[in-house]
Nanobody, 114 residues
Framework: VQLVESGGGLVQPGGSLRLSCAAS????????MRWFRQAPGKERELVAH????????NYADSVKGRFTISRDNAKKTAYLQMNSLKPEDTAVYYC????????WGQGTQVTVSS
């Protein structure tokens, strides 16, 4: 089982990034997918959730209207499109696959700074 995040980096406030989470070793289309983030000194927080079929999504209030979660079950990949980024979005972002089991990626750093 493997989840590999990519797409993080340094971006200026107001900019955009698209994170990807490539899955292998399990039936991706049967799992809900979630993105979490953890800033230094803070607890890990849930950012966005998407159901196994992609028909249902939910977002933290802090990112609603700016972030979009999506998935491509044929490519076994989940995405997080992040627009209008703010310095407070700076964190390590993790993807998580959830069903009866839960799998985590290694994380990708997102830094929003001028």
């Amino acid at each position: 089982v493997q989840l590999v995040e990519s797409g993080g980096g340094l971006v200026q406030p107001g900019g955009s990034l698209r994170l990807s989470c490539a899955a292998s070793g399990f039936t991706f289309s049967s799992y809900a997918m979630r993105w979490f983030r953890q800033a230094p000194g803070k607890e890990r927080e849930l950012v966005a959730h998407i159901s196994s079929t992609g028909g249902n999504t939910n977002y933290a209030d802090s990112v609603k209207g700016r972030f979009t979660i999506s998935r491509d079950n044929a490519k076994k990949t989940a995405y997080l499109q992040m627009n209008s980024l703010k310095p407070e979005d700076t964190a390590v972002y993790y993807c998580n696959a959830l069903r009866a089991s839960s799998y985590w990626g290694q994380g990708t750093q997102v830094t929003v700074s001028s």
